[in-house]
Structures are given as C-alpha cells and as structure tokens.
C-alpha cells in the first residue's frame, strides 16, 4: 500500500471504519483527508459532505477562523489540542463532543491532524440536570430526605435539618420513623406504605417531632423510586411545616361560622345545619322545628349604654340558650339581636312549647352588665318540617312571619307558624301597600277633638286626630292603622302631614275666631326617633305661621320618656326651646315617675279615660293624686273621656283643668268644628 495515498480498500481505512469511536484525519490546511462512519454520524454528514472540505463545517460562523488557527497552530507548535467543544450537527442542533487529536506526519508534505471524537451532549444534558438538581436540593426551601431501600436515611437537605432541628449526621443511616409524634394510629401508617406499595407515591399531613420535642405538622409527599428491574432503590419525601398555616385556616374558618360576639354558629353555619338536619328529617320520618328568637326592644340598650354592652348582653343572652335547649342540633346567632334554634327528631310540634317557655322564663331574669341591671324579653316564631313547608327557605319565613305575629300583638311570647296566621300576614301586607297609597292618593283627613277649660267653659285647645276616609271601606279606625303606620316608618310622612295640616288650621282659626285658640298633636316615638330636629318639615310651618309660645302642644307617651334615647331627648328639647309645650298622653298607665317630668319639662298631664270612667270607684283616689302631684309640679292637667255631667263635676272637685270627651264633642272634620267655635258652650252639650 502506497503510505502518501489514501486508499479506502486499504487495511488503515478498514479499521476506521469498524472503529465505534468518531475519527477524522484532518491536513494542514483545514480539510478533511478521511472520515470514518461514526464520525459521519456523529455531525450527521455523509462522507461526501464532509471529504475535502473544511472540518470549520461543524463549528459556528463566528467561530470558523479561530478553530482553523488553533488546529494550525496545533500542528506548527505541538501543544495538546483536546477537550470538549460547542458544535453543530447537520440539521443546526449545538452539540458538545470531546476530542482528542494527534500530529500525524505523511511521508510527503506538511503534517496532518489525527483527531478522535465522542458526542457526549446527552452526558452533559445529564451532568446539567444533575447540577439543577442538586441546586434544587440544596436550595429547596421544602426539606427534602432520601432514604434507601431499607427506609434508612442517607441524604437531607439544608430545609429538612432548618425545619427539623436534626442535621444530616445526626439522622444518617436512621429510620424516618423515629421522629413520629405519636399521634397517628398504626392504621394510619398501614394505609401510607399500602399507598406507596400500589401507587408508587403517598401524599398527606403527619404529625412529626421536632429536636426540641416539639410537635408540627407537615405536608409531606413520599415517591419510590424503582430500578429498571422495578426493586426499590430510594423513597423521597419532601413536606414543608404547615402548622402555623393550619392555624391561620382554622381561625379563617372560625370566623367565617361562628359569631365573634356570642362564639354561637353564625347565620352561614346555621344554614348548612338546617340543610343537614332537614335531610336526617326527611331519612328518618321524624319533625325538625325552627325557632326564631328576636330580643324586645335591645337597640334601646345599645343606644342608652353603647354597643359594648350590647354586646355583652347578647354573649349572656347565648349561655342561656344554650342552657334552655341542651339538646338542640345548632343554636346560631344569625346576625343583631337574632337568634335561631334547630330542634330535631321530635314527634309533634308541641315538643318545642317547653322550650320556648323555658327560654322566655329564663331570660325575664334581670342581666347584670358593667354594674347596670338590664332587663329584655323574646318574641319566638316557630315552624315545623316538614308539616309546615319542605323548603326551607319558606321554613325560615314562615317562623320569621310567626316571630312578627308576636312582636305585633305585644311580644314576650311565642307563637307557631299556622295557616291562618298566614292569612293575616298576607291581610297586613295589603292594609300596608293600602296605607301607601292613601298617603299618595291624600285619603287621610284630619279631625278635632275641642278641650275645654274648666275654669272658663270655654274651648281653648283643639287636639287634631287622623282618620283613613278610606274609597270602598269607609273610615278606618285610627287603632287598626296607626300601630301598622309605626311598623312601617310611614308614620313619620303621616304625621308630618297631619301636623302641617293641623298649624294651617289653627292659624286660620285663630285669625277667625280665636287668637288664643292652642293645638295639640299626638308625636310617635318613630317621629322623634328618626328625625332630627331641624329636618321636621312641620317645626319650619310653625316657625312660618309665627305662633308665640304655648300655641302647639305635643302628645307623647310615657313609655318614650322610659327608654329615652339621645336623639328623642335632644328633639324634646329644642321643641320646649322652641316654645312648644309637652304633655304626656294617658298618664299613669305606663312608668310614671317625677324624675322624667322634671327633666323633659313637661307642661300638661292627661289622665286616661280608663281613671275617668271609674271616678265613681277606684279612679277618684288616682285622679285626685294625679292633680295634686302635677298642680305641686306646675303642670296643668286634662282628663280625657268626659262623657257624662258628674264625672264632669267631680273634676271640678278636684281641680282639673281642662276636660275632652263626647260630653262636649266627639271628633270631627274642620268645617263642623267650625260651628262649636261660633256656639256659646252651653249649646255645645248637645253636639
């Protein structure tokens, strides 16, 4: 074989070409003299491609002439010319290869380069991955351990001895199993390893112990990791502490369900009870009650002593509910002074009298709050599942309308849900939407009922009263709306009305008949509750109309001086200031006491036609208190429902001031009062 000429045939080619490993001889100038076939498919070239042209082919454009040199370079001077290098395969992909090279030196001219070559790009993707990884583990703010076949610990990461306390010699060659917190049953574990067994990987929270001793739980996920044979080489956990996490959720959790004030169940709770307690109804043929339960009167706590101790009454208010109804399914707060309880497995309706009774009973005893003794009372509605309704939304309506019913006719007590009690919500619903649109339509008018002074026989005050002069049902008792007017705020527009009319009217009276004539007008708590004194529309015509002091005079009822409140009190107290006198209307029936009539300077008492009608009896020694009490305070007093001449001559007796009643006039519209206003008194009788 010629040694100048490359014979393929020959035996040196033949070995290139069975050798595994990638060879190329390159000459002087940079060409590729041979290649052998694992070459080629190292840089996916054919070995045309790649015979007689520039081995820079598989380097990248810009780093052609640099390799040429250094090959050149390599072979003028001998350095060593080996290690790894970025490169191209055919299709554009980099690649990284090693190579070694040797000077291999022809009989004839400049010496050539013998280089041999690995593509060892998928060794360096592995290298990279396990440098990431290794990253990662050191990294991880997640412990991570590693045990072998055995479970016996053989590497942690700088997160597992931080979250632990343990570091990697300590825990080497261990069991995980003896840092567990003992809180887990055997079961538990049993469950875990059968999980890893069947499914290669287990996720869950377990109780562990940290050095110090202390308990915390993780959120830990165990993989296997098998050998191609599929033995069990090494088990990974990685957990991360949840403890605090845990806590925070179980916090977050409690105040979405449960009542800050009261630690009850709140409304959100209490309707999944319901829901819950419905369907074990429904399975198992029994009755499940709803009891609604609405403190009497608690904002007038709230206002009188703040929402402080509001709150603390209705924390006091929960204990002994709970006492009242042991056995109960969920006693919730659903919001305000609102309470509910759910009563399951009863066998008829009546098994929730007890209860109700037992909670009125309980709450009638008096609270002691912030050193101050409060006193409230309940009204509870209730309906039956499913007797009443299947769905529970009309459940909770119909124990909220049996509630109502209670508060409506007096409240303390309690009430079921019934048919007939539907009714006449419904009956009420229409009387309100009636109400609306008599007010809309001017279907009120005013009447007046004259006062007469006892000293001059002579009308002197006229007291304006409404009446509901209804299209088809005629006139509607004051009694019957008035109360639903309260209810429904509609009294503040009504009375603003009545009011405005009743000035109008006395102002033209007074021109026409009487100069010193005066006006009385009935105010309900609602009026003086919810408005401010300057935004009264009725104070501005009175101010308007330019009446001096005493010509109007305000009605209120006792029981608004009892739960008196800062807006009520500062309203009473710009209208005396105002020049508008006050008198408290059917006095004595309610909580009289001195202290409020010197307080709110009350001008008038007026004795209730109750005391009146009994002056043959019992009401002669309440009426003869009643003047002298208010004559030795400076009030003057007016008796009301004077219909007979003795009862009148007995008040002369006693010194009354002022009588009204049927004896002089009942109530009527302005144009027939006009006619008592022209007659001298003695034909008055008679009207």
Known sequence: MNKTHWDESGLFQAILDKCPVGIAVIDYEGLYLTVNPAYCD?????????????????????????????????????????????????????????????????????????????????????????????????????AIVVTDGENNIISVNPAFSILTGWSLEEVKGHNPREFKSGRHQRSFYIEMWQSLMNTGQWMGEVWDRHKNGTEFLKELSISVIKDPDGNVINYVGMFSDITLRKKQEELIWQQANYDAVTGLPNRHLFQSKLEQAALHASRTSHLMALMLIDLDQFKSVNDSMGHRAGDELLGCVAMRLLKCAPGADCIARLGGDEFAIIISDINEPSACTGIAHNILKELEAPFAINGETMFVSASIGISIYPTDTENLEDLFKNADQAMYAVKNSGRKSFRYYSRALHDAIHARLR?????????????????????????????????????????????????????????????????????????????????????????????????????????????????????????????????????????????????????????????????????????????????????????????????????????????????????????????????????????????????????????????????
């Open 42 to 142: 190292i840089y996916g070239y054919t070995k045309s491609e790649m015979l007689n042209h520039s081995f820079t082919m598989i380097f990248p454009a810009e780093a052609k002439q640099s390799v040429l040199e250094r090959h050149q370079k390599f072979l003028a001077e001998g350095i060593r010319l080996g290690g790894e290098w970025p490169v191209l395969h055919h299709d554009g992909q980099q690649m990284t290869v090693f190579s070694e090279s040797v000077t291999f030196y022809p009989d004839k001219g400049l010496p050539a380069r013998l280089v041999y070559v690995q593509n060892i790009t998928e060794r360096k993707k592995a290298q990279e991955q396990m440098r990431i990884a290794a990253a990662v583990f050191e990294a991880s703010q997640e």
């Open 431 to 687: 009387m309100i939407r009636n109400l609306r649109k008599a007010l809309e339509e001017n279907q009120f008018e005013v009447y007046y009922q004259p006062i007469v002074s006892l000293k001059t026989g002579h009308i002197t005050r006229m007291e304006a009263l409404v009446r509901w002069i209804h299209p088809t049902q005629g006139i509607i008792s004051p009694d019957i709306f008035i109360p639903l007017a309260e209810d429904t705020g509609l009294i503040v527009p009504i009375g603003n009305w009545i009011a405005n009319q009743a000035i109008k009217q006395l102002s033209y009276w007074r021109k026409k008949y009487n100069p010193e004539l005066k006006m009385a007008i009935n105010l309900s708590p609602v009026q003086l509750r919810s408005q401010e004194f300057d935004d009264i529309s009725w104070i501005q015509t009175l101010q308007r109309e330019g009446f001096h002091s005493g010509a109007i005079t305000i009605e209120i009822t006792e029981g608004l001086l009892l739960n008196s409140e800062t807006r009520v009190n500062h309203n009473l107290k710009m209208m005396h200031q105002a020049g508008i006198q006050i008198a408290i209307d059917d006095f004595g029936t309610g909580y009289s006491s001195l202290a409020y009539l010197r307080k709110f300077n009350i001008d008038f008492l007026k004795i209730d036609r109750s005391f009146v009608e009994d002056l043959q009896g019992v009401g002669y020694e309440l009426c003869t208190a009643i003047i002298a009490m208010a004559h030795s305070l400076g009030l003057g007093v007016i008796a009301e429902g004077v219909e007979t001449e003795e009862q009148k001559k007995l008040l002369i007796e006693l010194g009354c001031d002022y009588i009204q009643g049927y004896l002089y006039s009942k109530p009527l519209p302005a144009a027939e009062i006009e006619k008592l206003l022209i007659l001298p008194m003695h034909d008055n009788h008679s009207v």
